[in-house]
């Protein structure tokens, strides 16, 4: 009588496990090991260059800060790159780029002396429009102020624009 009880507790037991994985192979569940979480249905991006329209135009970064975007997307989805008009789709401009000083010595000289970059980002998800986004990202770097920017331009924009990058990538597509 005890066996019969014990393999019926076993049934219920395994019945109950089936069961419930059919419940919840109905449910949506999103999740991936980055954090993105992104509708199954999303499958194309697409990003427009990004003008410099910032008061100050540094030559390169229009093309890099484009290209680190579409990086980032590419290595951390499985999206495919649209030419235009994709499921979500990433458009803007650079409005800043300046240099200011930021520590004070006692002598009234700058110590150091800060690089900030400004962009403006529109984000369009075709599907949940309801996570559409306009805003402005802003990174900024500090440098010894006895140092010429041209010298350490290369390497604070470098960092910058993955910070701005980051920042614009989670606020797409990582939900915490």
Do not use: H
């Not at 069961?19 to 992104?38: A, R």
């Not at 150091?112 to 306009?134: F, G, Q």
């Amino acid at each position: 009588m005890r066996g019969a009880v014990n393999i019926t507790g076993r049934l219920i037991g395994v019945a109950t496990m089936v069961l419930t994985g059919m419940v919840m192979s109905q449910c949506k569940v999103t999740y991936s090991f980055s954090g993105v979480n992104l509708s199954p249905a999303v499958e194309t991006y697409s990003v427009a260059y990004f003008p410099n329209r910032a008061p100050i135009v540094q030559a390169q970064l229009s093309q890099l800060f484009t290209e680190a975007l579409m990086d980032k997307i590419e290595s951390n989805t499985s999206l495919s790159l649209a030419n235009s008009g994709g499921d979500v789709s990433f458009s803007g401009e650079i409005t800043g780029y300046e240099t200011r000083p930021t520590a004070i010595t006692g002598q009234e000289q700058a110590a150091r002396t800060r690089l900030t970059i400004t962009v403006r980002v529109r984000y369009t998800n075709l599907l949940e429009p309801e996570l559409d986004y306009d805003t402005s990202f802003s990174r900024f770097e500090d440098y010894d102020a006895s140092q010429n920017l041209s010298d350490v331009e290369g390497e604070l924009i470098d960092l910058i624009v993955e910070n701005l990058i980051e920042d614009i990538f989670n606020r797409a597509f990582v939900s915490w």
